[in-house]
C-alpha cells in the first residue's frame, strides 16, 4: 500500500476523536498536576509559587511512606497469592471432568461482580457481630476475631483483593495451557517425563507469557485499587488501612491541600511509569 | 491394579480440590442472596440457612424513602455507564480502524499511547480532573461524570477493537477501497459486522467499568441528585446502624447487568480480558 498523504490525512483524522479526548483527559490533567506540584493552591484561591515545597512536605511526612509501604505490601502479597491460586485452579480446570464449563462459569463469578458490591458483600462476611465468618468460629467453639481491627485490616484487605481477582489469572492461564500443542505434551510423556519435569520444562516456558501479563496488569490495578480500601475501611481503623490512593484523597478532602497531593501522585508515578513501561513493551511484542 | 487405585485417588483429590474452590466462590455470594431474601428477624438468628422467604428489603430500597430512591441511582449510574458505552465504542473504533488498516507514520507510538493509557492508573488523576472539572463546571454533571469514566473506557476499547481488527485480513478492505468505497462506510459496512462479537464485548467491558466506578463520581458529585449506585449504597450503608438486608439487596441489583452482559459474551470473555496479549 502507498503511503499517500491523502491517506495519511484520513487516517490522524480518524484517531484524532479519542486522541482529543485523551489529551484533555489524560495527558493535560497530568501535565497540570506537575505544573501545580509547584505551587500552594486552595481551592478557589490564587496559586502561590513555593517551589520545591510540597515535594519536601510529602518526602518529610511519615505516613506517605507507610501509605507507599502498605500499598506495596497489599500489591505484591495479593498478587503472589492470586498467581499461585489462578495457576493452582487453572491446571485444575483444565483437566476433564463432567460440569467442567459449570464449573468455569462459576469461578469466573467473583470477578464479574462489580468490584464495590465485592466490597459490601465482605464488609458484611466481616461484620463483627453479624457476619458469616464469626458466625461460623462461634459454631466451631472459636473465638470470634475483630476481622478489620488494627492487626488484622490488610489481611483481611488483601484476602478480599485476591477473592476478587483470582479469576482473572484463572482465566489467562487457563488459556494458556489450552493453548500448548498436544504434540508437546504427548512427546514429553513419550519420553518418560515425569510431572514436576512435565510442568517445568513444557508446560511452563508455554503459559509464562500470559504469567507475565496477567501479573503486571494486576499490580497496576492492585496498586491502584481505591474502591476495595475506601469502602470496607476508608483507611481506618486510624490510618492502619491507609494506603497511596487513600492517602492522596484524604490530603484533597481533610488537608484540602492540592499542591502537597499533587505532588504526592507525581511521587508515586514512577512506581507505575515502570510497570506500564513493561506492560506496553510486551503488549506490543505480542501483538506484532 | 496398583495403577488404577493411583487413578482413583487421584480424581476423588481433584474432586475435593474443585469442591473445594466451588465453596470459597459460592459462599459469599450465598450469603449475599440469604441475607437479601430472608426475614430481618432471622438475620440476627444468624442460621446458615432460609427459614422464610421475603421480598421486603427489595421493596424497602425502592421505597423512595431518603437514602432509598434506588430508583433515581439506577438511572445516574443507566444514563453514565450507557453514555461511556457508546461514546467509547464510537471513538474506540474509529481510532482502531485508523490503527490496524491505514498507513501513516506515528502508528507505533499512538498504539503505544492508546496502551498507556489503558494502564495508567486514574487514581494519579484524582487530583488534576477534581480541580479541572470544577472550574470547568462539570462537577455535579452528567457530561463530568461521563468524562471522568471515558478516561480509562476509550483507550481501552480501542485497544481491544484493535485486537480484534487485526485478525481481519486486510484484503478485505483494500478490495473494498479499490471499489472506491470511504474509509467510514468501509468500517460500518464491513469490519463492525465481522467484528461483531468483538465490539459487543468491548461495549460490555466500557458499560461494566463505568457501572463500578466509584473513586470519579466521589470526587465530582455532591447532594443527592445525581448519586450512582456505589455512592448511594454507601451513603445508604454508612448513614446509619447498617441494615445488612436492604443493602446486600441493593447490592444484588448492582451485581445483575454486568453479571447477565458478561454472561452473554462468556465466549470472548478471556480473549477481551487480557487485551489481545493472548492468542485463542
Known amino acids: 500500500m502507498k503511503l499517500t498523504k491523502k491517506e495519511a490525512l484520513n487516517g490522524y483524522l480518524l484517531l484524532a476523536p479519542a486522541f482529543i479526548l485523551l489529551i484533555f483527559l489524560l495527558l493535560y490533567p497530568l501535565f497540570y498536576a506537575a505544573w501545580i506540584s509547584f505551587y500552594s493552591k486552595i481551592f478557589g484561591g490564587p496559586a502561590i509559587y513555593v517551589g520545591f515545597k510540597n515535594y519536601i512536605d510529602t518526602l518529610i511526612d511519615p505516613e506517605f511512606y507507610y501509605s507507599f509501604l502498605r500499598s506495596l505490601m497489599y500489591t505484591f502479597v495479593a498478587v503472589l497469592f492470586k498467581l499461585i491460586a489462578g495457576l493452582f485452579i487453572g491446571m485444575l480446570l483444565n483437566r476433564e471432568f463432567r460440569a467442567r464449563r459449570i464449573v468455569r462459569s462459576v469461578v469466573i463469578l467473583p470477578w464479574v461482580l462489580p468490584l464495590f458490591v465485592v466490597a459490601f458483600i465482605w464488609m458484611w462476611m466481616y461484620d463483627y457481630a453479624l457476619g458469616l465468618l464469626n458466625n461460623m468460629l462461634k459454631s466451631a467453639g472459636l473465638p470470634v476475631i475483630y476481622w478489620l481491627s488494627k492487626e488484622n485490616v490488610m489481611t483481611s484487605l488483601i484476602v478480599v483483593n485476591i477473592w476478587r481477582g483470582f479469576p482473572f489469572f484463572t482465566m489467562g492461564i487457563l488459556s494458556g495451557l489450552q493453548s500448548i500443542p498436544q504434540d508437546l505434551l504427548d512427546a514429553a510423556a513419550v519420553d518418560g517425563a515425569s510431572a514436576i519435569q512435565k510442568f517445568r520444562y513444557v508446560i511452563l516456558p508455554c503459559i509464562l507469557p500470559v504469567i507475565y501479563i496477567v501479573s503486571l496488569l494486576s499490580i497496576i490495578w492492585t496498586f491502584g485499587d481505591f474502591t476495595t480500601v475506601w469502602i470496607l475501611t476508608r483507611g481506618g481503623p486510624g490510618r492502619a488501612s491507609t494506603t497511596i490512593p487513600i492517602y492522596l484523597y484524604y490530603i484533597v478532602y481533610a488537608e484540602f491541600d492540592t499542591g502537597k497531593a499533587s505532588a504526592a501522585s507525581i511521587l508515586t508515578l514512577p512506581f507505575s511509569v515502570f510497570f506500564i513501561y513493561l506492560i506496553v513493551k510486551l503488549l506490543r511484542r505480542a501483538q506484532e | 491394579m496398583k495403577e488404577n487405585l493411583v487413578k482413583i485417588i487421584g480424581s476423588i483429590g481433584i474432586c475435593i480440590a474443585i469442591f473445594i474452590v466451588l465453596i470459597v466462590v459460592l459462599v459469599p455470594v450465598y450469603w449475599m442472596v440469604i441475607t437479601a431474601i430472608r426475614p430481618e428477624i432471622d438475620i440476627y438468628r444468624r442460621t446458615f440457612f432460609p427459614a422464610d422467604i421475603t421480598l421486603d428489603h427489595f421493596i424497602e430500597i425502592f421505597s423512595n424513602k431518603p437514602l432509598r430512591q434506588f430508583h433515581v441511582y439506577i438511572t445516574n449510574s443507566l444514563i ?115 467484528a461483531a462479537p468483538g465490539v459487543v464485548t468491548a461495549a460490555v467491558f466500557s458499560f461494566v467499568s463505568s457501572w463500578g466506578s466509584l473513586l470519579f463520581p466521589l470526587l465530582l458529585i455532591e447532594g443527592e441528585r445525581l448519586l450512582t449506585l456505589p455512592l448511594g449504597i454507601m451513603r445508604f450503608a454508612f448513614g446509619e446502624a447498617y441494615h445488612w438486608g436492604p443493602l446486600m439487596a441493593a447490592a444484588i441489583i448492582s451485581a445483575l447487568p454486568p453479571t447477565i452482559l458478561y454472561g452473554l459474551v462468556q465466549k470472548y470473555l478471556v480473549k477481551g480480558l487480557l487485551a489481545g496479549a493472548v492468542k485463542g
Not at chain 2, 93 to 114: C, E, M, P, T
Request: aromatic letters at 14%; one cysteine or more.
Open chain 2, 80 to 194: 453514565v455507564s450507557l453514555s461511556v458505552m457508546c461514546i467509547s465504542i464510537i471513538l474506540g473504533s474509529l481510532a482502531a480502524y485508523s490503527l490496524v488498516f491505514i498507513y501513516y507514520r506515528g502508528k507505533d507510538l499512538a498504539s503505544s499511547f492508546i496502551l498507556f493509557a489503558y494502564v495508567f492508573p486514574g487514581f494519579i488523576l484524582m487530583v488534576p480532573i477534581y480541580m479541572i472539572f470544577r472550574s470547568l463546571g462539570l462537577t455535579n454533571t452528567y457530561l463530568g461524570l461521563i468524562l471522568a469514566d471515558l478516561i480509562g473506557a476509550v483507550p481501552f476499547a480501542t485497544w481491544m477493537l484493535r485486537g480484534y481488527f487485526i485478525g481481519i485480513p486486510a484484503d478485505l478492505v483494500d478490495s473494498a477501497k479499490v471499489d472506491g468505497c470511504s474509509h467510514l462506510s468501509i468500517l460500518f459496512r464491513i469490519i463492525l459486522p465481522v
